[in-house]
């Protein structure tokens, strides 16, 4: 297991206000299985916000010839099932496919085919009709159109990372958002 901690200070201050902790839990083979994030406000540990588990469910077996993430189960702190996100690949990622939880109830589901570059990054998200997607992103962030540019460097360029609805961008890697890196 290992543990990733982001805080956010007071700009006048220099004091914690926000803290982020997130515990990855790892296979035999070392591939991620769990994430595990606790936001504290204030960040003296005191008062737990909010609390989210993902478990990901991953194909060591399959076409790309590298371990694949392909569902990821979101809970909150109570162990509520929020949202379910299945991947899709063949030789690559194809399409994504997300059921939101509300009270237990799911919601319709929302697939998007992936549009990659020639470099194999996430260029665009695809509604049925083959349209660019408009849909909020995994951060709950509201609802965008779903078309990414990076630097060559793999950097968002005009876009929050967080205003995608898909984690799978830059190479088509998936990207952490705890962490602000991509998950090899």
């Known amino acids: 297991m290992s543990v990733a901690t982001s805080t956010t200070f007071d700009g006048t201050s220099g004091t914690a206000t926000h803290l982020e902790r997130t515990a990855y839990g790892y296979d035999a083979t070392g591939i991620r299985i769990s994430a595990s994030t606790d936001t504290l406000d204030p960040a003296d540990g005191t008062t737990v916000q909010s609390t989210e588990r993902v478990e990901f469910l991953n194909d060591p077996q399959n076409f790309t010839g590298y371990s694949q993430v392909i569902r990821e189960t979101h809970r909150d702190g109570s162990g509520q099932l929020t949202k379910e996100v299945t991947y899709t690949f063949g030789l690559d990622e194809l399409s994504q496919t997300t059921v939101t939880f509300e009270n237990g109830q ?3 589901p929302t697939t998007v085919t992936f549009a990659h570059d020639g470099h194999g990054s996430v260029r665009a998200l695809l509604d049925a009709a083959g349209a660019i ?34 984690v799978l961008l830059y190479s088509g890697e998936q990207f952490d958002q705890q962490v602000q890196m991509q998950y090899l």
């Open 133 to 166: 997607a408009t849909l909020a992103g995994h951060s709950g962030a509201s609802a965008i159109r779903q078309l990414f540019t990076y630097d060559a460097y793999g950097n968002a360029v005009g876009f929050n990372m967080s205003a995608a609805a898909t």
């Open 106 to 108: 799911a919601s319709s």
